[in-house]
């Protein structure tokens, strides 16, 4: 299997392993910001469990020699030197209480930073996705981003932090062995330190494997997860059982799993084959240094004790070595794993500097002047050149097509999307110019896929004004004004019911009532001039998307509508009709012009009546 390169295989392997480490110490210092205290306690903890454990070896040799000595002088033994040889024991008794107590602060420490660093990455990721825009959200690029974001970097920098400690705390280990050994040879500590290279360049080398199919297979991941949501969602439920979609999308739910197994099976046959093929060496070191110590012991070179302190030293050494290594390749692979966080974190996103709060000609209105717009990846324009101009009062019917352009037209109004050419001005201002909050407080949108939030019937109107969110006296006067009320004073706990199945107690609504809470939601915004509606009456019958569209007429008439509808028998409604082709627009007029144009609205509106005769 052949991966794509990471950004940096261009440059040479030194440079590409090292570089990689650039992230350590962003995650050391997020640590350190998420919580000071156990970030101190850790450093702590971890110096001390880094140097008691060559004491112990120390002590050990004290010990032995110690009960040597005594055996050889058994008759001529003191109870003194008894004492000694016990008060030896008792002190390593308390510094292997102290390393478990210290390797119980640090497991102590690692829990509470998991949890801690969990809810921070989490929240770091939301907060990046509130500031993308909607372009970001419809490309399956940055999807890929996302879903590698969520996946893996939400644990590994504390991943990262553990190993940095850990190859700290082996390295102070190293270090006080090393101290002891090179009394013996400074050749025991070379061997020591070369006997872990080779299965190190192994785990390193599979870590950068690993990571490249982990990148290279996120569409097939992304849609597994797709596939759970929708062989378990209740929204889904009623098509995959009617359908009988379930063991289709199940048996291809099994069939990527099966194909990332088999990748998954040959990587981790191929790293742990050469991981024991590349370990072995490092054995035989161990055992050879075993050979050369023991023979000292034989001729006398070294005491009894000291050959004991010896062994027990190479042979923590050697796993202080491995997991020192292990530790490097970790970093390695968790670094590789950070930077799909921090490409995510660091995505770019255009900045709209707008600052002001009003236009230069209020009640001028909304003009569009010149503009076109094409999708990013897109090889036709979705509007080209249009021209309009909508006053305080004006109801306006965009009519067209499914594609020809409407609801991007309305994307661009409320500033989804910024235009190609040609600019938007409401109140004579462009809207690049106009401050975020400012702007959307002005504008009031129902979408045919408006949110249906498993939120209180009161929250999910309140969700049109952020500012008077639990405001219940504004939830009341909205769902009056979108006939939503009725409906309301029947449910069980009114405005406190709960919406949706997700939750216990929860009441689900039929599709007209869901859409008289959304226009509610529209209502809550009582200082929106401009309100538009993408067609969210959809699902009802032509009699009452008429009552709710004249009633909501009604409502705003001092204000700018814009109705988006395929039902020409509520689009006559309007006092001007524009109809688009292909992101142009092809028509406009009253419904009485257009009838005695003759062109393509008349077509689409007799054709239409004739399903009514």
Request: aromatic residues 10%; hydrophobic residues 45%; glycine residues 8%.
């Amino acid at each position: 299997m052949k991966y794509p390169p990471l950004a940096t295989d261009t440059n040479p392997p030194s440079k590409r392993f090292f570089d990689v480490f650039r992230y350590s110490r962003r995650a050391l210092e997020l640590v350190w910001s998420t919580s000071r205290n156990l970030a101190l306690v850790f450093a702590a903890l971890t110096l001390v469990a880094g140097v008691l454990p060559a004491a112990v070896a120390w002590i050990g040799q004290l010990i032995v020699d110690g009960v040597v000595t005594a055996m050889g002088q058994y008759q001529q033994t003191s109870s003194a030197d008894t004492t000694f040889v016990l008060m030896f024991v008792a002190a390593e008794a308390g510094v292997v209480a102290l390393i478990a107590g210290a390797q119980r602060g640090i497991s102590t420490c690692q829990a509470l930073l998991r949890a801690l660093m969990g809810q921070r990455i989490n929240v770091m990721i939301l907060e990046k996705a509130l500031t993308l825009k909607l372009a970001h959200f419809e490309d399956s690029e940055f999807y890929d981003k996302l879903t590698r974001a969520r996946r893996e970097a939400s644990t590994r920098p504390l991943s990262l932090v553990t190993r940095t400690f850990g190859l700290v705390q082996n390295g102070i280990s190293l270090i006080s062995y090393g101290v002891l050994l090179v009394q013996f040879s400074p050749w025991a500590v070379l061997i020591l330190i070369a006997g872990g290279i080779p299965e190190f360049l192994a785990e390193a080398k599979f870590s950068g494997d690993k990571f490249r199919l982990f990148r290279w297979r996120s569409p097939e991941t992304r849609m597994q997860m797709y596939l759970e949501t929708v062989l378990a969602r209740e929204d889904y439920v009623k098509e995959v059982k009617l359908f009988r979609l379930g063991p289709k999308l199940l048996q291809r739910y099994r069939a990527i799993f099966i194909k990332l197994f088999a990748e998954d099976r040959k990587l981790t046959l191929r790293r742990d084959s050469w991981g024991f093929v590349l370990g072995l060496l490092g054995t035989g070191a161990f055992y050879g240094a075993y050979a050369w110590i023991a023979l000292s012991a034989i001729r006398g070179s070294i005491s009894l004790g000291q050959m004991t302190m010896y062994l027990l030293l190479f042979k923590q050494g050697q796993s202080a070595v491995s997991a020192s290594l292990s530790a490097i390749s970790g970093m390695y692979e968790d670094n590789l794993y950070l930077s799909n966080l921090y490409e995510y974190l660091e995505q770019s996103v255009p900045e709209v500097r707008g600052a002001l709060q009003k236009g230069p000609q209020p009640g001028d209105g909304v003009r569009f002047e010149q503009v076109s717009f094409r999708y990013p990846d897109s090889e036709e324009p979705a509007l080209q050149q249009i021209n309009l101009h909508l006053k305080p009062g004006d109801s306006l019917a965009l009519v067209g097509e499914n594609g020809s352009g409407k609801t991007t037209l309305i994307k661009l109004l409320t500033r989804l999307y910024r235009p190609d050419a040609g600019r938007i001005l409401l109140d004579g201002l462009d809207l690049r110019q106009w401050q975020a909050d400012a702007l959307r407080q002005r504008i009031g949108v129902i979408f045919q896929d408006f949110g249906r939030y498993q939120f209180l019937v009161g929250e999910n109107i309140g969700a049109g004004d952020i500012d008077h969110f639990e405001d219940r006296q504004r939830w009341q006067q909205a769902a009056e004004m979108g006939m939503a009320k009725d409906f309301i004073d029947k449910l069980p706990q009114q405005y406190d019911t709960q919406l949706g199945k997700w939750f216990k107690g929860g009441r689900e609504l039929s599709g007209g009532q869901w859409q008289k809470i959304a226009l509610a939601r529209a209502f809550m915004r009582t200082k929106a001039d401009l309100l538009v509606l993408d067609e969210p009456t959809a699902t009802m019958d032509a009699a009452a998307e008429a009552s709710i569209f004249e009633h909501f007429r009604d409502l705003s008439r001092d204000k700018m509508t814009i109705l988006i509808s395929h039902r020409f028998s509520t689009v006559r409604m309007a006092d001007r009709i524009i109809v688009i082709d292909k992101g142009h627009i092809v028509e406009q007029g009253s419904h009485e012009q257009l009838m005695e144009l003759g062109g393509q609205y008349a077509y689409l509106f007799s054709l239409q009546a004739q399903g009514y005769r």
